[in-house]
């Protein structure tokens, strides 16, 4: 299959859902309310950068995600303790630069399952699954691109705070590991893949819902220090070298509605 046919019949793909996405938040008139459990999709700004190394992606479109979350278990505290959760999945398209620029895209999985502590306050457990499309195409400069996995597991920690306007959610990212996975067998005359271990780092969600509303507003941000190494070898068996997932930064800033 051309790269090329496969990329624009994905960029297409999503221009549809972005204008199903308008459509819909303009049939649902502000007749749902956010501050309930619900089925959302949300429109973003994405920022990913190794300064290091000067590699920035950004999204050329606003991303697009869509999902389900049950928070009124963490916002009432005279309901029984249980578990609540926020899923969500999203499709974008990014401009790569760093060897070159590519225009590509990137999907992702978040889950999130929380736990009331005290109050409005809760912990819980977090998985994130990133994969960036690069693979079998090239940058403007002729590097070859290939594919890459982003996987986080972390320990969300955070409170609902009110106000008589609406309420503020702070929560921290307690960042377990990550493993991140490049696939340089795309790449011809490589033999095997690439899989680096993160063990420092952090995360911070903020969002603001006003009361009675369809939406609400978020900031997400990552900043994760420098991998381990792990050997690239030619498929002739010689050694390539040694490679590390440089220290980066990941911000995302939107507008979140409910169906």
Not at 210 to 231: K, L, Q, V
Request: without cysteine.
């Amino acid at each position: 299959m051309n790269i090329n046919i496969k990329k624009q019949s994905i960029f297409k793909t999503h221009l549809t859902l972005v204008f199903t996405a308008f459509f819909l938040l303009s049939e649902s008139a502000f007749s749902t309310d956010l501050n309930s459990s619900n089925w959302f999709y949300d429109l973003h700004y994405y920022s990913y950068s190794e300064p290091s190394v000067g590699v920035t992606d950004n999204s050329r479109l606003p991303a697009l995600s869509w999902g389900y979350r049950n928070n009124q278990g963490l916002k009432n505290p005279q309901e029984e303790k249980k578990l609540t959760g926020n899923y969500e999945f999203a499709l974008v398209p990014t401009t790569y630069s760093g060897s070159g620029t590519s225009n590509s895209y990137y999907t992702k999985f978040l889950a999130e399952i929380y736990l009331p502590i005290r109050n409005t306050s809760y912990i819980g457990l977090g998985y994130r699954n990133h994969y960036d499309h690069f693979g079998f195409g090239t940058t403007s400069t002729g590097y070859a691109g290939y594919d890459r996995k982003s996987q986080y597991l972390y320990v969300p920690i955070g409170a609902y705070y009110f106000t008589s306007y609406g309420s503020f959610k702070t929560q921290y990212n307690f960042f377990i590991q990550g493993k991140q996975t490049s696939y340089f067998s795309q790449i011809s005359g490589y033999k095997n893949d690439i899989q680096n271990t993160q063990k420092n780092g952090y995360g911070i969600d903020l969002s603001y819902v006003p009361n009675r509303a369809n939406w609400e507003i978020y900031w997400r941000y990552w900043e994760i220090n420098d991998s381990n190494t792990d050997a690239s070898y030619y498929s002739t068996g010689t050694l390539n070298g040694y490679y590390y997932e440089p220290a980066n930064k990941t911000n995302e800033l939107g507008i979140r509605l409910a169906f």
